[in-house]
């Protein structure tokens, strides 16, 4: 039996969501899973995901920025819950309900990133996954989830739903901040060199084959933080295996208005006993 282990790539442009009473390990656990345009200009749909897939709630606030301003959106009282039927990456499949506001001026949102806010009602430093590039569905589906394209059915579903009835928040304008000039203002975290792991003795033992996804922490030089399994291949020593070699791999890191951040990647290790299985 021939087995090899294949290495694929999936950015992960998602945003950090927290509960409400305090700064706590869930500070870190919220992204905005969508943010797309709706058919009114300046008025767009919002979705945040919960990292930590259980049930939790908070308020956020959502800095949004224009080529020429920044602007404020808060969003209070988010419950996070399971989507049902999920078709994606179990990372975005906790969520809070959609929600739609509109900006002054009818401006179009190029990017926008998430913050947790505390008890005091303070907002919290911002975390490494909250980053958002507004960009077209194309574009997501090109770049993001080739594999899943049907996890965007959500978005989908949203812009459906929205009426002239649809609650509206009013994001407020916070101040002028024209776009950076830079060649390249915005970029995805992306692999510069990938390490394939070894097939796991045991695993070829027992005949184990299967996909794990590793959900990466970067920071800012794009130097892996942390590792989670996000999708298992059901078999640990795969699991492991796929850690390592995503923690040893080299990353750039993501660019946002021109700066290097803190972000997250998903590193795909596809352990197969069929070669034609990868395709």
């Not at 812009?159 to 009835?165: G, H, I, K």
């Not at 916070?174 to 394939?196: F, G, I, N, T, W």
């Not at 796991?200 to 027992?206: C, H, L």
Request: with cysteine; aromatic share 8%; hydrophobic share 40%.
């Amino acid at each position: 039996m021939l087995l090899r282990a294949f290495v694929t790539f999936c950015l992960a442009s998602i945003g950090v969501v927290v509960s409400s009473t305090a700064a706590n390990a869930d500070a870190c656990s919220t992204s905005i899973g969508f943010l797309m345009p709706l058919a009114t200009p300046g008025t767009y749909g919002i979705e945040l995901a919960n990292l930590t897939q259980t049930r939790v709630a908070g308020d956020f606030v959502v800095t949004l920025y224009s080529a020429s301003a920044s602007y404020e959106l808060r969003l209070d009282g988010q419950l996070f819950d399971r989507r049902p039927k999920t078709a994606g990456p179990p990372m975005l499949s906790w969520v809070a309900a959609p929600a739609y506001f509109d900006v002054p001026g009818a401006a179009a949102i190029e990017s926008a990133y998430v913050q947790p806010l505390e008890a005091d009602g303070v907002q919290s430093t911002p975390c490494l996954f909250n980053h958002y590039r507004v960009r077209s569905r194309a574009d997501i589906m090109s770049e993001l989830y080739s594999q899943e394209p049907t996890l965007l059915d959500e978005s989908d579903v949203a812009a459906a739903n929205f009426s002239a009835d649809s609650p509206i928040t009013h994001a407020t304008f916070r101040s002028q901040s024209p776009s950076p000039d830079c060649k390249q203002p915005y970029a995805e975290p992306r692999v510069l060199h990938a390490m394939s792991p070894p097939y796991p003795p045991s695993a070829i033992r027992d005949g184990a084959s299967g996909m794990a996804m590793i959900l990466l922490e970067l920071d800012n030089a794009g130097k892996p933080l942390s590792a989670a399994v996000v999708k298992s291949a059901n078999y640990d020593a795969l699991d492991r295996a796929a850690e390592v070699a995503a923690l040893t791999s080299s990353f750039a890191p993501q660019l946002f208005r021109c700066e290097p951040i803190g972000g997250s990647y998903v590193f795909r290790v596809d352990f197969s006993s069929n070669l034609s299985a990868r395709h």
